[in-house]
């Protein structure tokens, strides 16, 4: 078992070496961050200063792989045409600013339907991420930043609600864009919370759900891990985050998953309602329960 990677969603408002700073003052050595305002569409001119005392410091201080996270109106299976352009948009942005930090995974919601069914909300969403991909190889020569989909609780019209859903998404856009794909192929991130709203028991039959991930998905695509306990009963399809031991999945089980010879050796990153004191708090109650 290597190093527990641990961490958690940290503000980016003060640049990407005030992050680094703050994960090393509350004992993590990962941290996740918005590309920009969660509900907005602008971004921070990049700091090149910051960019270079952020790598000084994160490779003396062992901090890695951070985990950019992109907006919640990034919608690329949306109705109006306008919100699927501003999903591309932004995420093509946001893969070039990446550049500037060589290594850092890419996480985004893959997008709701709205009404237009999962079969068109996949189509959407791969065709997106297949041209995003072909415009940012053919102007870098490659993709540095590791990109994941996230596994979703399945509420509302949410693509992405199991499994199934998430390899199609992959395998249609690596489909379209075959030798990119052969390269840069693209990831999950595995949240926990999500899976078990979306009806995944992570809590008694841990084994049992990564052995579908693997038949579905396959586990060599498992890049993260978004380590949260859930308000809710399994299969409530709800999506709402409780602190680590304080929820559903419970803490036995969160003990479990961060100990798993299959998931061990993943980041994990906190997305609990937690202030820095409750994240600290939280990290050294994991650190205590790693073996």
């Avoid at 994960?23 to 990962?30: E, K, P």
């Avoid at 020569?141 to 609780?153: D, K």
């Avoid at 998953?257 to 820095?276: G, M, R, S, V």
């Amino acid at each position: 078992m290597g190093e527990f990677k641990i961490g958690c969603h940290l503000s980016a408002s003060g640049g990407y070496l005030a992050m680094a700073q703050t994960a090393c003052s509350i004992g993590a050595n990962v941290f996740q961050f918005f590309t920009r305002n969660p509900r907005g569409g602008a971004a921070k001119p990049i700091d090149r200063e910051d960019v270079k005392e952020f790598k000084a410091f994160a490779e003396k201080n062992g901090i890695g792989p951070i985990l950019a996270h992109a907006p919640y109106t990034l919608n690329a299976a949306g109705v109006e045409e306008r919100v699927r352009e501003f999903a591309e948009k932004t995420m093509a942005d946001d893969l070039v600013r990446l550049e500037e930090t060589p290594g850092a995974l890419y996480n985004f919601h893959p997008g709701s339907h709205v009404g237009q069914g999962a079969e068109t909300g996949i189509e959407l969403i791969a065709s997106m991420l297949a041209r995003v991909l072909e415009k940012h190889v053919e102007k870098f020569g490659g993709v540095s930043t590791g990109i994941l989909l996230e596994t979703m609780a399945g509420k509302g019209s949410e693509v992405g609600r199991n499994f199934e859903e998430v390899a199609q998404i992959i395998e249609r856009t690596e489909k379209a864009v075959p030798e990119i794909a052969a390269k840069f192929p693209l990831g999950v991130c595995l949240d926990t919370c999500h899976i078990w709203d979306g009806g995944y028991d992570i809590a008694s039959a841990l084994d049992k759900v990564l052995d579908e991930f693997n038949a579905v998905i396959g586990l060599e695509r498992l890049k993260a891990i978004h380590l949260n306990d859930s308000m809710n009963t399994l299969g409530a399809h709800k999506d709402r985050h409780a602190k680590i031991g304080k929820g559903h999945i419970g803490l036995e089980a969160i003990g479990r998953i961060i100990n798993h010879p299959k998931l061990a050796d993943k980041p994990f990153y906190l997305e609990t309602p937690c202030d820095l004191q409750g994240y600290k708090e939280e990290i050294e109650l994991l650190k205590g329960l790693r073996k």
